[in-house]
């Protein structure tokens, strides 16, 4: 499976077994709402693990284990500064993927959906055809 140099502008590769599993695993880690709350604030920007527990209103102890996981696979990073660790996410593509998560979630609420591009001179069903996203859910490497 491709990275794709030039971004999202072509379609996803098929996946083979083992992407699958990687991916598969990726997005179980996004299954819990308490680590989606944390990578939400911390697309806010970095917070050492106190702060974070504070915002997201968890005992500390749990964050800490649930920024153990999410380090563990590449999805938050941690910076030592004094005494404490200051998180944030590993990369764009990791906020990337909130946002879409948040996108498509808020679209299915309000009864939208974007339907995948079609060859010319077919419909979309519903008749939606217009991609309403921010303007800012690109991919900047």
Same mark, same amino acid.
Request: charged letters at 20%.
């Given at each position: 499976?491709?990275?794709?140099?030039?971004?999202?502008?072509?379609?996803?590769?098929?996946?083979?077994?083992?992407?699958?599993?990687?991916?598969?695993?990726?997005? *179980?880690? /996004?299954?819990?709402?308490?680590? $989606? =709350?944390?990578?939400?604030?911390? #697309?806010? &920007?970095?917070?050492? +693990?106190?702060?974070?527990?504070?915002?997201?209103?968890?005992?500390?102890?749990?964050?800490? *284990?649930? /920024?153990?996981?999410?380090?563990? $696979? =590449?999805?938050?990073?941690?910076? #030592?500064? &004094?005494?404490?660790? +200051?998180?944030?996410?590993?990369?764009?593509?990791?906020?990337?993927?909130?946002?879409?998560?948040?996108?498509?979630?808020?679209?299915?609420? $309000?009864?939208?959906?974007?339907?995948?591009?079609?060859?010319?001179?077919?419909?979309?069903?519903?008749?939606?055809?217009?991609?309403?996203?921010?303007?800012?859910?690109?991919?900047?490497?």
């Amino acid at each position: 499976m491709g990275h794709g140099v030039e971004g999202r502008d072509r379609p996803v590769a098929r996946l083979d077994a083992a992407s699958a599993a990687n991916v598969a695993t990726t997005l *179980q880690a /996004l299954a819990t709402p308490s680590r $989606l =709350r944390i990578l939400s604030e911390l #697309r806010q &920007g970095a917070l050492p +693990v106190g702060d974070l527990a504070a915002k997201i209103g968890m005992e500390r102890s749990a964050v800490s *284990q649930q /920024l153990r996981l999410l380090r563990n $696979l =590449r999805l938050v990073t941690g910076i #030592r500064v &004094g005494r404490s660790i +200051v998180y944030s996410l590993y990369d764009n593509h990791v906020a990337q993927l909130l946002d879409e998560a948040v996108y498509h979630s808020e679209h299915l609420s $309000l009864g939208l959906a974007d339907h995948p591009a079609r060859p010319p001179g077919s419909t979309q069903p519903g008749g939606a055809s217009k991609d309403t996203r921010p303007s800012n859910v690109g991919c900047a490497d």
